[in-house]
């Protein structure tokens, strides 16, 4: 079956930097687009990047555009956020998604499996 775990999450200074890592199983990863969502306490799940099947496209939301990037590393099976210059209002559980599609989207609705989460926590 497929399986995403997230790792990486943690508590840094407003300011700082964290990796997020995600491996995928039970599928075949290269062929498909891969997501990042985050979920803060009592706010919906939002979408933050995405990331075609090849690393060609990348699209971001505008709350972390010029501060995160995602990357994938097809032949390790992984996706990665690198989350730069960190604020207290990113804190939130950080989600990865495996899409249905080869092309980035950023749609919940176009993402069928879902990792369990990591916790990213920023202080001021």
């Known amino acids: 079956q497929v399986q995403l775990v997230e790792s990486g999450g943690g508590l840094v200074q407003a300011g700082g930097s964290l990796r997020l890592s995600c491996i995928a199983s039970?599928?075949?990863?290269?062929?498909?687009?891969m997501g990042w969502f985050r979920q803060a306490p009592g706010k919906e799940r939002e979408f933050i990047a995405t990331?075609?099947?090849?690393?060609?496209?990348?699209y971001y939301a505008d709350s972390v555009k010029g501060r995160f990037t995602i990357s994938r590393d097809n032949a390790k099976n992984t996706v990665y956020l690198q989350m730069n210059s960190l604020k207290p209002e990113d804190t939130a559980v950080y989600y990865c998604?495996?899409?249905?599609?080869?092309?980035?989207?950023?749609?919940?609705?176009?993402?069928?499996?879902w990792g369990q989460g990591t916790q990213v926590t920023v202080s001021s």
């Open positions: 990331i075609s099947w090849s690393g060609g496209s990348t």
């Open positions: 039970g599928y075949t990863f290269r062929s498909y687009a």
């Open positions: 998604a495996a899409d249905r599609v080869p092309y980035a989207t950023s749609s919940r609705n176009e993402y069928d499996y």
